[in-house]
């Protein structure tokens, strides 16, 4: 269930996973949320080239971003039952904009992007299972005290500042 959902191991990462004992240190996973347009697929690749810098300069900082996940509450069932004891999830980055803001911009995303859920009636669906499934495991984290909101209703830039400000002070 869990697997398809590592986006951000590649190349030098994907290397270092091989050779990582997992009995003897469990890898840090950081969840990745927020509603369809928030900037999460953006975000996540500036996030990954960072994170291959870290992993060069310290090869004990093994980390997984997992983008979109969990979206419900059967995926976190199935991540607890599978992963629960293996990996330790640090928190959430929670890409946090008003839904008019997702909506404009997959708007205008689906005007090149050729996604066929990138038009209105798509939207407002995908916004109410967001609303109703993803916003809840989001407060549940949160009353767990891991959960790192971001504005996301600014610039690419701006928010990547604010990204690597909670990447680095989380370590």
Do not use: H
């Not at 191991?9 to 509603?35: E, H, I, W, Y």
């Not at 008003?98 to 205008?108: A, G, Y």
């Not at 891991?146 to 400000?165: C, G, L, Q």
Request: charged share 30%.
């Amino acid at each position: 269930m869990v697997a398809g959902f590592l986006r951000a191991l590649s190349g030098t990462a994907a290397r270092r996973a091989n050779r990582v004992s997992f009995v003897s240190m469990k890898p840090q996973v950081v969840f990745v949320l927020g509603g369809p347009g928030a900037g999460k697929g953006t975000q996540c690749a500036r996030i990954v080239e960072a994170m291959e810098d870290t992993m060069q300069k310290d090869e004990d900082k093994f980390r997984f971003l997992i983008d979109g996940f969990p979206r419900n509450q059967d995926n976190l069932q199935g991540w607890t039952a599978v992963m629960e004891g293996k990996a330790d999830v640090r928190f959430v980055l929670f890409f946090d904009c008003s839904n008019q803001v997702c909506i404009d911009r997959c708007l205008e995303r689906g005007k090149s992007s050729g996604r066929s859920d990138d038009n209105r009636e798509s939207l407002e669906k995908r916004l109410r299972t967001y609303l109703q499934s993803t916003r809840p495991i989001i407060e549940l984290y949160g009353e767990q005290g891991k959960v790192r909101t971001i504005d996301a209703s600014r610039t690419v830039d701006e928010v990547f500042a604010d990204v690597r400000t909670i990447l680095d002070k989380e370590g």
